[in-house]
């Protein structure tokens, strides 16, 4: 009898069957609403399954994924990768966190981190995944055979990434491959923009009204910062592309730019201003009928920037925040909205600042600055948010992953990261700052994780 329920054990457990993980969609939105009322990225709105083209450095977006077990149940432990090229069954994945370089975690105003999802893009039997801002991979989720589920990531392209270069996105179970990728989403970069050509003697137009009508040229002018770049981006319906870019020479940060409207169309034209360092500050967008009179906005007071130089903290130590602003102007630094801090802006537009962390929570803690003209008595829009994380761990730079723990999932990083090719995902690895990437650091990461 034994013998038989034995034999009976071995042929029942041979015909078991192991989950087949499949990615079954995606869709890439705009971060302008909550989970279901954001729209797709773009104008107008990119459609399910449908790449992206023409990116700009610094664009931020959310990626939806669409995720169906099937043969058996299973739990998937979903983590965001992407990498440089397409075809999402081979390749050098690189997971995505705060601090992954080309592509990061965006904090959204939009979503909390970890709300529920619903149907978006699967349709059928379907369990609820996440929407994630801060954290990648996500937690674990069972699945029933033949269930469905969906999760998405607020993103944002590096300023410094690579341009007229295609990306592929996918979601693995903890870094293991699923088994089918049904469909794989690809993120194009804008092209190089091309030379200024030499200006042309301005064309006059007849309309149908009768008339000549010559192009319209726009100025903008205000106070940036010295060694600032500023970029005018003109986007219409179809596209998006720089058209004029120019350095900012005065040691106040005064600048002017000029150039010629394209006619005949209705366009918005956005000025994207970078400190010397690449960071950017908020973007402005301008409404512009290129058959109107000359556009002229002036007196633009251009929000500091704000950077990190460690994202991960230690409880106790501080947080440093630099970046530039208009010289030898206030600067006002709000953390969580609440907590305040002053810094001053130096002579070439530079700001640092230390933030005790004693009192803060552990988590993510969000920054954002302004600059204070107190001659003018006038102030500008804050930057863009940033965010450090306040860790448990006495070195965070060792938690690759972001989830405040030192694992097996930051080892597989770790790894990847020491035989990548790659310059940029190696420079994460230094956790000594020395420049290069030895025995020592590795030493430093297993004194880590053994704890």
């Not at 399910?48 to 450095?57: F, L, N």
């Not at 600067?331 to 001053?344: M, N, P, Q, R, Y």
Request: proline residues 5%; charged residues 25%; negative net charge.
């Amino acid at each position: 009898m034994t013998l038989f329920l034995s034999h009976f054990l071995i042929v029942v457990l041979a015909g078991e069957k192991e989950v087949v993980w499949n990615q079954t969609g995606f869709w890439f939105r705009d971060d302008d609403g909550t989970e279901i009322s954001a729209t797709g990225h773009g104008s107008p709105d990119t459609d399910e399954d449908t790449g992206i083209a023409d990116i700009v450095p610094g664009v931020v977006f959310r990626l939806r994924f669409g995720i169906r077990a099937t043969d058996a149940d299973g739990s998937l432990v979903p983590r965001l990768e992407f990498k440089q090229g397409t075809d999402c069954t081979v390749g050098t994945w690189t997971a995505i966190t705060p601090t992954s370089d080309t592509f990061n975690l965006y904090l959204s105003d939009n979503f909390s981190d970890g709300d529920p999802t619903t149907d978006q893009i699967t349709g059928g039997s379907f369990v609820a995944g996440k929407i994630l801002e801060s954290t990648n991979p996500a937690s674990s989720l069972d699945l029933v055979k033949n269930e469905f589920t969906e999760y998405e990531w607020s993103l944002e392209a590096a300023e410094n990434i690579a341009l007229e270069t295609t990306y592929s996105f996918r979601v693995s179970n903890d870094g293991a491959a699923f088994d089918n990728y049904d469909v794989c989403p690809t993120l194009t970069t804008q092209p190089e923009p091309e030379p200024e050509p030499e200006p042309e003697p301005e064309p006059e137009l007849t309309p149908s009204g009768g008339g000549a009508v010559k192009p319209t040229t726009v100025t903008f002018s205000g106070r940036a910062f010295p060694n600032a770049t500023i970029l005018v981006v003109d986007k219409d319906i179809k596209f998006e592309r720089v058209i004029s870019q120019n350095i900012v020479t005065n040691e106040d940060g005064a600048f002017q730019v000029d150039f010629i409207g394209i006619l005949q169309s209705q366009h918005s034209f956005g000025l994207v201003i970078k400190d010397e360092e690449g960071r950017p500050t908020q973007t402005k967008f301008f409404n512009i009928n290129t058959l109107a009179n000359d556009f002229v906005v002036k007196d633009i007071f251009v929000p500091p920037t704000v950077g990190l130089p460690e994202r991960l903290v230690t409880r106790g130590r501080n947080a440093i925040i630099t970046g530039f602003a208009s010289p030898n102007n206030d600067v006002s630094i709000e953390i969580d909205d609440i907590i305040k801090e002053e810094a001053k802006a130096e002579k070439d537009g530079s700001y640092k600042a230390a933030v005790d962390t004693g009192i803060l929570e552990f988590g993510t803690h969000r920054v954002r600055v302004k600059q204070v003209d107190t001659s003018q008595k006038r102030e500008s829009d804050y930057s863009p948010t940033n965010a450090f994380v306040v860790s448990r761990l006495m070195l965070p730079k060792t938690d690759l992953s972001g989830d405040g723990v030192v694992n097996i999932k930051d080892w597989s990083m770790f790894l990847s990261k020491w035989g990548s090719e790659e310059e940029t995902q190696k420079k994460i690895i230094d956790f000594n700052d020395d420049g290069e990437i030895n025995i020592s650091d590795f030493s430093i990461f297993i004194r880590a994780i053994k704890k």
